[in-house]
């Protein structure tokens, strides 16, 4: 049985999925930025620099541009190959709403570089805090068993290795992370040259109505073989695949 990559190295590609529907005016925009696969130092980078920008993502794009009524940012993962997602659901075009996002994740990388010693250590801590943070429920401590064994990883002890990990996690180490896993990828995004993760764009109205098959079937008339066959590389790995056949799969 052949064992598809769970990512594509050094393969530039995007994915955009449109949908609209006649219920609401409301539209959404989910843009997800896929970094390299899972490992201590990426996982980490990762999840610091979710924690730091995780407010002024809010309070520029919903506070300061009112973009939306709902503005939320923070790490995906997906068959062991997390990324950054940003959402937001407003009533402006997701067109829009996509530039603004580009335009706040090229200020990343200033705000990064003038965040002061004290601010820093107090993102560690609250970032160590949360991942120490026993479960409240019986429902998040099979969630946290679940994934990993969705995963086929069995580090049930991940999160005291990577708060470990943390304390030695410089400023530095976040702004040179943005810049390899993001600044590069942006720039070349704009000049519609080869970048280095996975962008997914999807303009989706805010409704819980059943949809019918026709106007599924209207979403996938750009589908391609070329598409399908990039979709399936970068997503489907044979741990995924056991799990759907055992019915075993969670999402994050």
Wanted: charged share 25%; hydrophobic share 35%; glycine share 4%.
């Amino acid at each position: 049985m052949d064992v598809l990559p769970q990512c594509v190295k050094s393969v530039s590609c995007y994915y955009i999925l449109k949908a609209t529907n006649d219920v609401h005016k409301s539209s959404a925009v989910k843009i997800y930025y896929q970094c390299s696969q899972e490992e201590i130092h990426m996982n980490t980078s990762l999840d610091l620099l979710c924690q730091i920008i995780s407010e002024p993502c809010f309070n520029i794009l919903c506070t300061q541009e009112q973009l939306g009524y709902i503005v939320f940012s923070g790490k995906r993962r997906g068959n062991e190959v997390p990324g950054l997602r940003i959402i937001i659901q407003s009533e402006r075009h997701p067109e829009l709403l996509d530039g603004r996002v580009e335009a706040f994740l090229e200020c990343v990388q200033g705000f990064l570089e003038t965040i002061t010693d004290e601010e820093f250590i107090l993102h560690k801590a609250a970032l160590s805090t949360k991942k120490l943070e026993r479960p409240k429920t019986l429902n998040s401590l099979a969630n946290f068993y679940w994934n990993e064994i969705a995963s086929g990883d069995y580090n049930f002890g991940r999160h005291v290795d990577e708060v470990e990990y943390l304390k030695n996690v410089t400023e530095n180490d976040v702004v040179q992370f943005f810049k390899e896993a993001f600044v590069r990828g942006l720039k070349n995004f704009r000049a519609d040259q080869p970048h280095n993760h996975v962008v997914y764009y999807t303009s989706l109205a805010m409704s819980e109505r059943a949809w019918r098959k026709e106007e599924l079937l209207d979403c996938i008339d750009d589908l391609t073989v070329e598409r399908l066959r990039s979709f399936i590389n970068v997503f489907f790995s044979r741990t995924h695949v056991e799990s759907l056949v055992h019915g075993n799969v969670t999402e994050n």
